[in-house]
């Protein structure tokens, strides 16, 4: 079992603070303390039971091999998901979500073989030499691009099972598409999102580095004890 912050730890790392009282979402009111110097504070007693609960069930759904998306294109969010995917072999979102990333699945899916073809062709030390610079230079930076929309996922060969989103009020193709195809959501946020956007609901500030760093380092122990689990009860069956 993981060891929870207590509401001190949570205070300092600011996990309390929401948003601006003029600025909250209606249906985050349960989730709102109390309001100060005009600004929404999160009640920290329910982000501690939220994660009691949440945490358990990410480990869960890692050791049961489920397929698990981490979602957070905001730039203060970004670079810890992308971080995170990369240490967890994770699928990851960490640009922007492109439209019918999971509705028009087999586009994305050829777009993701184009990119590896590419890779390919590129590494093929003949076949760059057989084209003219302009020709490599045009292809070398279509890859990059190719690198940046699609790299983080590169590797999803099936549609997920889960995603865990951070700010489903601003990731909100990510939470409509998600929705449409039936995907459970994980979501980490402040007084701005609805938190009927997705199953499970971590009350927390999405924005501030310190809290941001707290809630996805334990979402990413979480997610370790599982994976790991998997993989011994996967060599316990090839034994």
């Not at 549609?159 to 409509?176: M, R, S, Y």
Request: glycine letters at 6%; charged letters at 25%.
């Amino acid at each position: 079992m993981l060891s929870i912050p207590t509401i001190k730890e949570l205070a300092n790392a600011g996990v309390q603070y929401g948003h601006a009282s003029s600025r909250w979402h209606p249906k985050a009111k349960s989730y709102i303390h109390t309001t100060r110097n005009k600004l929404n504070l999160i009640d920290l007693e329910q982000t501690r039971e939220a994660l009691e609960q949440v945490l358990p069930l990410l480990e869960e759904r890692a050791a049961s091999g489920k397929t698990i998306v981490l979602v957070g294109t905001k730039k203060s969010v970004a670079p810890l998901i992308q971080e995170m995917g990369e240490r967890l072999e994770l699928p990851y979102v960490s640009e922007r979500w492109l439209g019918g990333t999971l509705t028009n699945w087999s586009a994305m899916q050829q777009s993701i073989a184009r990119m590896k073809r590419t890779e390919e062709f590129l590494g093929d030390e003949h076949a760059v030499q057989s084209m003219i610079k302009k020709e490599r230079v045009v292809l070398q930076n279509e890859l990059e691009r190719m690198h940046t929309k699609f790299g983080g996922v590169r590797n999803l060969t099936r549609k997920p099972d889960c995603v865990i989103v951070v700010d489903p009020g601003f990731e909100k193709n990510c939470i409509k598409e998600s929705s449409l195809e039936g995907i459970e959501r994980f979501g980490i946020l402040d007084t701005t999102s609805d938190p009927t956007s997705v199953h499970h609901v971590i009350p927390a500030n999405d924005d501030g580095p310190k809290s941001l760093k707290l809630i996805l380092g334990l979402i990413e122990q979480a997610l370790t004890k599982g994976l790991e689990r998997r993989k011994s009860a996967l060599a316990t069956e090839e034994a």
